[in-house]
Every structure is written in structure tokens, then in C-alpha cells.
């Protein structure tokens, strides 16, 4: 089993940048493809990101890409989620998200952690 502790949201304003990270524990971590989830009031939960285990191969929402920059650290067990130039619609909770299978579907999601929210403002 894998614990996940979501960090680094908070309340940034249109145009700038956060960093959120992902800490994992348990010893089968490095078995999974890491991804990040988000879900903004009154919407589903939608895809945003996804990385391999080897962390050669990522995957992009559109409405994300080339803003938002998906990586790994399988010494520290830790995923990050760097987000640039960010947008008012990108404000939701992020959940850190391992998988069984390298793709934008959350079935695959095999735990969710308990999120960390992005506030952007004007």
C-alpha cells in the first residue's frame, strides 16, 4: 500500500507559478506511473498530468500543456507538479494519483492522497 501527502498549494496570483509535491511511502511506490488529478467546485474530477516510473515519458491535459511540468524523484519517493503562468481555471485541488497503467484515466488510479488546493486570483 501506498500513502500519499500532497503539498505546496496555496493562493497565488493569474501568471504565477506554484510547486506542489507529492511524498509517498511504502515499498511499492516505484511500481507505479504517478499522475496529478484535479477537481474544481461543482466539476469532475479531471486529468492533468502523467509520468512513467522511470520518469522517461510524460502526458499532458491540453488546457496544461506547456505550462505545467510533471517529475519524479523515485530516490526521494516524491512526484512534483510545476505549474507556470497559471490561470484562474486552474484553481481546484490537486491529487496526487499512482496508477497501474501510464494514461490520462482515473480508473486506473489505484489511491488518491487527500489533495492540496490552488487558489488564483486576479
Known amino acids: 500500500q501506498v500513502q500519499l501527502v500532497e503539498s505546496g498549494g496555496g493562493l497565488v496570483q493569474a501568471g504565477g507559478s506554484l510547486r506542489l509535491s507529492c511524498a509517498a511511502s511504502g515499498r511499492t511506490y516505484g511500481n507505479y506511473h504517478m499522475g496529478w488529478f484535479r477537481q474544481a467546485p461543482g466539476k469532475e474530477r479531471e486529468f492533468v498530468a502523467a509520468i512513467v516510473r522511470s520518469g522517461g515519458s510524460t502526458i499532458y491535459a491540453g488546457s496544461v500543456k506547456g505550462r505545467f511540468t510533471i517529475s519524479r524523484d523515485n530516490a526521494k519517493n516524491t512526484v512534483y507538479l510545476q505549474m507556470n503562468s497559471l490561470k484562474l481555471e486552474d484553481t481546484a485541488v490537486y491529487y496526487c494519483?499512482?496508477?497501474?497503467?501510464?494514461?490520462?484515466?482515473?480508473?486506473?488510479?489505484?489511491?488518491w492522497g487527500q489533495g492540496t488546493q490552488v487558489t488564483v486570483s486576479s
Open positions: 494519483a499512482p496508477s497501474t497503467v501510464f494514461s490520462d484515466r482515473a480508473e486506473y488510479v489505484v489511491y
